[in-house]
């Protein structure tokens, strides 16, 4: 069913499983502990960023396929997006799967777009299980879109540190604890600002627009969720971004409007602004959210993933950033909880 | 940014950046300043110890102690860069680090290491030059430029 931009799921796709595997420098985060595997070696053992990216992502889907129960054989979709040229993290992965592939690009946005896209095969009866699955490497995102990550430049306050890691999960048409009820397709916003190093600012609006159609399009009251999380706005988005939904007249509950940007590193880690990747949702909505949600210390979760649209080329020929967000509903059918 | 580009922005755009810019931090510009002269100041100083020392040891003059003196610094950069410590020397000293001789090779040396995946030919070779490729073009240009103007000046003022 659709209402404006929104896809209501009324046979209630589950979340059979789900996995979040993190670098070094997540493992000194705050939610090191609902990280599945965290690996002390940024290059993990492998010859280059590009190789440990894939190793990450491969490491997720077989955790999430292995703890839903299930062989690779039985998952029918792989859908899976990432930031490297070409998606070559997310191809490499569904070649080493090799099950039937659907390849995704909406930059950081990537894990809400993939489990919107997996949620809406499965409650349409296209499918009975589907594997989605996102990646960044710190590494490997600053050799493609900025400097060589040994090269002394200096980054503003409004930069933001790339997770390393992957996120990733299997949705079936079984019942289960975690179902997806709702996703809102967003719009891609762009607000003319053209500075990488401040994605945050860029974003903002892209995830404003989408937050407040998902209200709009189901006609929910602001504390219908225990929490709202966007992807990767970090410090400075977040704060636009509060003020921006205030002035639209849409308040949000403080203590339930969060960024995973701002929630998987400690506040002294040198990331500046906070963190940002398609790994930094995924691997916070994958596994501290869920795992918080099973706890049932939340009921009802909105993720709203953001994502930059822009390419290296595409800044240095001074184009502003395209941005879109998009929002995925969770809900937890759990005995305990509130 | 440019006047050029921000005419090209629509109102609700330029209002979206306002709205942006009173919520965004500020570079320290004051603190990077200071930073900067601190730890290019430290580099001179280290610069010119070395020298010092090989002027006194090695029986070098003042004019040819330089080329081992910037060796031995660009040696130093190298190595920091290769151990992974440079790139976090320079977030804090900024310019202070990218200005000296040591920020040219840190430039050379990361993006050797960089693009070492990709091989000795297409990857170190080709990309080493890719951040101070342009310093060495811009830095011929500039040289040449001035070297002309030099020569110009020199031919009128020896005309008289």
Redesign the interface.
């Known amino acids: 069913m659709i209402q404006g931009r929104t896809w209501i799921f009324s046979n209630k796709p589950s979340i059979a499983a789900s996995a979040a595997v993190g670098g070094p420098f997540e493992a000194q985060g705050p939610l090191a502990d609902d990280f599945d595997l965290l690996h002390g070696d940024l290059w993990l053992g492998q010859?280059?960023?590009?190789k440990a990216e894939k190793k990450l992502l491969e490491q997720a889907c077989e955790r999430a396929i292995d703890k839903a129960g299930m062989k690779k054989e039985d998952i029918q979709f792989f859908l899976s997006g990432d930031l490297m040229n070409q998606i070559i993290t997310s191809s490499f992965t569904a070649r080493t799967l090799s099950v039937p592939y659907l390849g995704l690009f909406g930059a950081c946005s990537s894990s809400m777009e993939g489990l919107a896209l997996g949620a809406l095969l499965v409650d349409s009866g296209n499918a009975d299980r589907v594997l989605v699955g996102t990646s960044s490497h710190n590494g490997a995102a600053e050799?493609q879109f900025r400097?060589?990550?040994?090269?002394?430049?200096?980054?503003?306050?409004?930069a933001q540190w790339t997770v390393t890691g992957a996120g990733a999960a299997v949705i079936t048409s079984q019942e289960g604890d975690l179902r997806v009820t709702a996703a809102t397709v967003g719009r891609v916003v762009?607000?003319?600002?053209?500075d990488p190093f401040?994605m945050g600012?860029a974003m903002?609006?892209a995830a404003v627009d989408t937050i407040e159609a998902h209200f709009r399009d189901l006609r929910l009251s602001v504390s219908e969720y225990d929490l709202i999380l966007t992807g990767d706005l970090g410090?400075?988005g977040h704060?636009?971004a509060v003020?921006?939904l205030d002035?639209h007249g849409l308040k949000l509950p403080q203590d339930r409007f969060g960024d995973c940007g701002l929630m998987i590193y400690r506040e002294d880690q040198?990331v500046q602004?906070g963190a940002s990747g398609c790994a930094c949702s995924a691997c916070v909505t994958y596994g501290h959210v869920f795992n918080r949600m099973k706890r049932g210390e939340l009921r009802k979760v909105l993720i709203v993933a953001t994502g930059a649209l822009l390419s290296p080329i595409s800044y240095q020929q001074?184009e502003s950033i395209p941005c879109v967000a998009h929002a995925v509903a969770i809900e937890s059918v759990g005995g305990v909880g509130s | 940014?440019s006047d050029k580009?921000k005419k090209?922005?629509?109102p609700?755009?330029?209002e979206?950046?306002d709205?942006?810019k009173q919520?965004?931090?500020?570079?320290?510009v004051l603190k990077?300043c200071l930073m900067a002269f601190l730890f290019g100041g430290s580099i001179c100083l280290v610069g010119q110890l070395i020298s010092t020392f090989y002027m006194h040891f090695f029986g070098f003059n003042e004019k040819s102690a330089g080329d081992p003196t910037v060796a031995t610094l660009i040696f130093i950069s190298v190595l920091l860069?290769?151990l992974?410590v440079?790139?976090h020397?320079?977030?804090v000293?900024?310019?202070g680090?990218?200005i000296p001789v040591t920020?040219f090779a840190?430039?050379m040396?990361?993006?050797a290491?960089?693009?070492r995946?990709e091989g000795y030919v297409l990857g170190v070779g080709g990309n080493m030059f890719?951040?101070a490729g342009s310093v060495i073009v811009f830095g011929t240009v500039a040289a040449f430029v001035i070297g002309t103007i030099k020569v110009i000046i020199m031919q009128v003022l020896g005309g008289f």
């Open positions: 010859d280059s960023y590009e050799k400097y060589p990550t040994e090269y002394g430049s200096q980054k503003p306050p409004t762009d607000m003319g600002l053209s401040n600012a903002a609006p410090r400075v704060r636009i003020d921006l002035k040198p602004a001074n | 940014m580009k090209k922005l629509t609700v755009q330029q979206y950046q709205f942006a919520r965004e931090p500020e570079r320290p990077n860069t290769g992974g440079y790139d020397i320079a977030q000293a900024g310019a680090t990218i920020g840190n430039a040396a990361s993006a290491i960089e693009h995946s890719k951040l």
